[in-house]
């Protein structure tokens, strides 16, 4: 299992951006998938994940984040919009083992919200 984050950026509070995920070792389609993040001296923190094509979201996050996948070429996806300060986090994508903090995940993407 492999899980390999891309499109973490510096952007503006405001501003927008979509993390990518791609799988490889497994088909990704048959597992729920997950976003977890970690903020600078903070616990990791489940954003969301999608089961089927079901995502479900963190409560105070899911009117600005949406979670996708594109079977035909195993890769995840979390659409970000909005984001302020506090979306400072390295960003990670995992696959759902049972509980999310145990499940294996890669090595993650930094997302900064900066003016």
């Known amino acids: 299992v492999q899980l390999v984050e891309s499109g973490g950026d510096l952007v503006p509070p405001g501003g927008s951006l979509t993390l990518s995920c791609e799988a490889s070792g497994f088909t990704m389609s048959y597992s729920t998938m997950g976003w977890l993040r970690q903020a600078p001296g903070k616990g990791l923190e489940w954003v969301g994940s999608i089961t089927g094509d079901t995502p479900v979201y963190r409560n105070y996050l899911r009117d600005r984040i949406l979670i996708s996948r594109d079977n035909a070429k195993n890769t995840l996806h979390l659409q970000m919009s909005r984001l302020k300060p506090e979306d400072t986090a390295m960003y990670y994508c995992?696959?759902?083992?049972?509980?999310?903090?145990?499940?294996?995940r890669g090595r993650g993407t930094q997302v900064t919200v900066s003016s």
């Open positions: 995992a696959r759902h083992t049972g509980d999310w903090v145990s499940s294996p």
